[in-house]
């Protein structure tokens, strides 16, 4: 289908003037659409074109009064202050182990529960667990902070409870820059795994029941059939989440380390976003922080073309 | 259907692992839900020293009180569900005319519209030139701040376009067309009525999103009146901050309640129910939209 629109394309470019009339006759009789279009359009060319135009206040000494056009060039200067920072490596160190780590446990999960939530005949005990896992992710960002600040509370919380019930010494979550990341990855655990299932379970229901009465024939466990019917099944899936995944590694989502973020574990807690948030918007350091947000999305966008690349080298899932 | 044949004891183990894993996730995951709800109506001393654990211990409504005396929670109420209502109209009217626009095979440039809009989920200008731009337009601390910068989201916009194509048969716009209906005709009276469907996942989609947004309401806003929701549980449950309202004490409750931070854990896990208490209440009913939205957009996603 791809191909098909794709080679109709090509033909505006031979422009034979019969078939450019005719992209013209059509252009017309279809006014209607683009008017359908042009809200959507105009709302992306202006609050997200617009803005990629004031990126170049990254290579500019960007004075408000002056405009974006008026300020002067500076070249790379913002980027090498940046890269020459004491905190250059703790923010890069940072954002990088975060993405990584939640990648490392928060990734297979939705697949374990999705196989095992296929394995269950439909019935009253799976969409009691289906509906109550997916439910946290209608939490908001802000409650989900709250949560955690008051289960993690040294003195009343929850888990902290909890822990020294099970006869362990609690350590203080909220302000010991070691628990940082993994407060941040288990809580994102706990509010995104079920929902993150729905995308596997609707790969699965494509899988062929032929496959898995054959292999029934055949003597195959429940475990052999997961492991050489199923998984291979969600593979295509498993591959493209991965990839999006990687490209968005420099991408930790800052609004709930925001959140949790306080003085005390501001040295495993402070992401390249956050500090964007803080130069740019609290300090007024504009040209500054674009840069260094200019940085961030050059980097993901790298990241991900690579491991697009190896991942079609290896096997034909890839995203383009 | 597939399992009419006898499971063998190696599966019939397996099954019994499964669903222990299974009750383990349903147990983690309500765990804390439940225990949130009766702890918003447990007296603050039994919740602190561990003493309630699972049901509610010592009833007090007095959380609760203290919530709906705040006006903030009130003000912040009326904001959330305004921006919400709003935003999520202006969203839908610009989403699902351009996702159908989108799905016709004769709109001429249709890959490089498509073009046009995907590149803005790989790149952006960022936070700070999105700001400046925003304040440029002179949108700062008003509400349309938080609703046109987000106005199409292009996941949404791929969502519904795939719906058009797949769930919409080609063969009555051509009918139509035959009838010499134009286009705005076709769409506003054949297209929408056949697609409440889609239309109920894009409202849902959209308004969880605007009912949950903080950051851009912290980065826009700066009248105090007109803070969501969100900013002002971002006061009481993050920066710990009490009005004169939820904490003041007055003598008859001075002696029931005894310390301050028993008073503000009550107060918290109470404001949690309440904020949380309308979404989480309607989803078990509308969870069938939502499913089918992320399943239409894994189709091409």
Known sequence: MQKSTLTYDQSHLVLKPAARRRTGKKILR?????????????????????PMYGVQIAFKNFIPVDGISGSAWVGFAHFERFFNSYYFWDLLWNTLSISLY?????????????????????????RTVQTVTYAPHFISMVVMAGMIITFLSPSSGMIVH????????????????????????????????????????AALTGVDPGLHEAAILDGASRLQRIRYINIPAILPTITILLILNMGSLLGVGFEKILLLQNPLNMESSDVISTFVYRSGLLDAQYSFSTAVGLFNSVVNALLLVMVNQIVRRTSENSLW | MITAIRETRRDRIFLAFNYLFLALALLIVAYPVIYMISASVSSPKFVASGEMWLWPKGIT???????????????GYGNTILYTVVGTMVNLAVTLPAAYALSRRDLSGRNLFMAFFMVTMFFSGGLV??????????????????????????????????????AIPKELQEAAEMDGCSDFRLFFYIILPLSTSIIAVMA?????????????????????????????????????????QTGAFDSSTASALNSRAEVAALV??????????????????????FVQGVMIGSVKG
Not at chain 1, 32 to 49: D, G, K, R, T
Not at chain 1, 104 to 118: D, E, H, K, Q, Y
């Open chain 2, 204 to 244: 849902l989609f959209y308004g969880v999103g605007h009912w949950n947004n903080y950051f851009s309401a912290m980065i826009y806003l700066s009248n105090d009146a007109k803070y969501p929701l969100q900013l002002i549980l971002r006061q009481i449950l993050v920066l710990q901050e009490m009005s004169s």
């Open chain 1, 162 to 201: 909890l822990i020294e019930a099970l006869g362990f010494h609690a350590p203080d979550f909220l302000t010991d820059p070691r628990w940082f990341k993994t407060v941040y990855v288990l809580s994102d655990v706990w509010q995104g795994t079920g929902w993150g299932t729905i995308i596997y379970l």
């Open chain 2, 268 to 289: 918290k896990y109470a404001v949690i129910i309440v904020s949380t208490l309308p979404v989480i209440a309607v989803y078990p009913f509308l969870q069938r939209y």
């Open chain 2, 129 to 166: 030139p999105t700001y400046l731009l925003v304040k440029g337009l002179g949108l700062v601390n008003s509400m349309w701040a938080l609703i046109l910068p987000g106005a199409t989201s292009i996941w949404n916009l791929i969502v519904c376009r795939t719906y058009f194509q797949t």
């Open chain 1, 30 to 50: 279809n006014w209607q659409l683009y008017i359908l279009l042009a809200p959507a359009f105009l709302s992306i060319f202006i609050f997200s074109y617009i």
């Open chain 2, 61 to 75: 409504l007095e959380g609760y009180e203290r919530v709906f005396r705040d006006p903030r929670i009130w003000s």
């Open chain 1, 102 to 126: 939640g990648l490392a446990i928060g990734f297979p999960l939705p697949i374990i529960l999705a196989l095992a939530f296929n394995e269950v005949k439909d019935g009253m005990f799976k």
